[in-house]
């Protein structure tokens, strides 16, 4: 766990770069047009269906359309994680080659270089594994739902074994020949990870710094960063 916060550590470094700044500014602005357009079709289709079919009358309808909206709110802070990793995977190559090319170069002109199919197949299977890891812990969701803090921190767990390995396959695809992390290494990247998602504002940054610190991980025992 030390080396992974020292990993964390350098990673809050790498965030003043311009390069850096730039893939983020990328990747938000991304992954707020798919919320935007996912959340504005749910609406319209929603209200749509439901006027219709005339299961409502008006007041209940503009009713409807308030619930509908803050379901959307409350859905986008549940799963902005899941479409800020999707994202991330497609910028994936180029968050790894800044940080090593600037901390680790002797690595980074070993790396193999990574195309766009590669990553969307990173970001397909990340979101792959979210849904299927998170709808086997679905029952011990619900029933945990009764102690108040077990699902949140099932749902921690879980979410931070499933993104630990995301981290991990998304900077060995540039080094296929280095081993890879060992469970409690890719445990605590991915519980350091996971909890960064759950803290307004700096959710924002989680993405990146989650990337960032996968790289300084990967390389950390090859040596002292520059």
Request: proline letters at 5%.
């Amino acid at each position: 766990m030390t080396r992974t916060v020292h990993a964390f550590l350098l990673a809050l470094r790498d965030l003043p770069s311009p390069r850096v700044i730039r893939i983020l500014a990328q990747i938000l602005a991304l992954t707020l047009l798919i919320f935007a357009a996912a959340g504005a079709a749910i609406f319209f289709g929603v209200r749509w269906a439901l006027a219709h079919w005339r299961w409502l009358d008006g007041a209940s309808l503009d009713m409807a359309g308030v619930l509908i909206a803050l379901a959307l709110v409350v859905g986008s802070w549940l799963l902005f994680r899941a479409v800020a990793i999707v994202v991330v995977g497609l910028f994936a190559d180029a968050i790894v080659a800044d940080v090593e090319g600037r901390h680790y170069p002797a690595a980074a002109s070993r790396a193999v270089d990574v195309g766009w199919r590669q990553n969307i197949a990173l970001a397909l299977a990340s979101l792959g594994r979210l849904i299927g890891g998170n709808l086997l812990a679905l029952p011990l969701y619900i029933l945990l739902l009764v102690t108040g803090i077990g699902t949140p921190i099932l749902a921690l767990a879980v979410n931070a074994l499933l993104l630990g390995r995301d981290l991990e396959a998304m900077v060995l695809a540039r080094h296929p020949d280095r081993p890879r992390f060992d469970r409690p290494t890719r445990w605590s990247l991915g519980l350091l990870s996971a909890a960064s998602f759950l803290v307004p504002v700096a959710n924002l940054l989680a993405p990146i710094l989650s990337a960032a610190m996968a790289v300084h991980l990967l390389h950390l025992s090859d040596g002292k960063p520059r």
